[in-house]
């Protein structure tokens, strides 16, 4: 996105002060970049060569696609399975009806506006990456470390953060025209309500992401409890541990095992 910001920047006049200026800021943040992230950047690269994933075949890189007929249930209100789940776990890429609505209507009001043009290709590079288009399959093809991904969906986190500046501008200029008809006032009133419907949408029909439902406990407790670590951490010798989890590849457990001194066989993270 940094990068489409850059070639964004270069648009109107003086083309080659703009373009002083973009290489300068582009090299500079790169470098910058590079450096506060290298310690993790590199052994992970080290580690993916590795492993079974330098290459990902397509059909391994595109999995979770989004395809057209979902797009309005995952991107604008999930209601797919009818206005009784309200409130189900899980977790959303959707913006809601109502800014989905101001974004619409920003473009509407300002289709001239560059910001908005920049905001609105942003939005349309995420969704065609998302369906796994041809945008996906070139950055695939020819752009490292692409042919390394996984899940196309994952780009909706740029749609949602383009999408909801753009419900920002449309705020904007809803309210800009409010306040040619009508007093302060009533402005702020309409102010208060419309922000009053953005959490009430987001609430109403989104989803419990918090934990994914999980009920929370005293950590403590949780550990005083666990029997079956406390049996080990007793064992004489050095040794490690495996465990087979349960919840899939995204659930560690050495938030359980290192309290008690134990270390795990694999590790979780390459951190």
Known sequence: ?????????????????????????????????????????????????????????????????????????????????????????????????????????????????????????????????????FVFYFLWKYVPPFDSFRYADR??????????????IGAAELLAALQKKYNPKKVRIFYAILVGLLFVNLYMFGFNNVGFGTQFRDFRQVLESHEILKYIAEQPGIFRMHTLETRGIDWGTEVYTI??????IYGYEGA
């Open 1 to 133: 996105m940094f990068g489409f910001y850059l070639l964004y920047s270069l648009i109107g006049k003086e083309v080659r002060k703009r373009l002083v200026k973009v290489v300068l800021v582009g090299v500079l943040v790169a470098c910058l970049t590079f450096g506060l992230t290298a310690f993790k950047m590199l052994p992970a690269k080290e580690y993916i060569d590795a492993s079974s994933r330098p290459k990902s075949s397509f059909e391994e890189a595109s999995k979770r696609t989004l395809y057209f007929k979902d797009f309005f249930t995952r991107l604008v209100e999930p209601v797919g399975k009818g206005f009784g789940s309200i409130r189900r776990d899980g977790a959303g890429d959707h913006i809601g009806l109502i800014a989905a609505g101001l974004a619409l209507f920003a473009l509407y009001r300002k289709p001239k506006q560059k910001l908005v043009w920049f905001l609105a290709f942003i939005v349309l590079f995420a969704l065609m990456f998302a369906n796994s288009t």
């Open 155 to 168: 780009s909706l986190v740029l749609y949602v953060f383009a999408a909801s500046i753009l419900a920002a």
């Open 259 to 264: 309290p008690y001194n134990i270390q795990h």
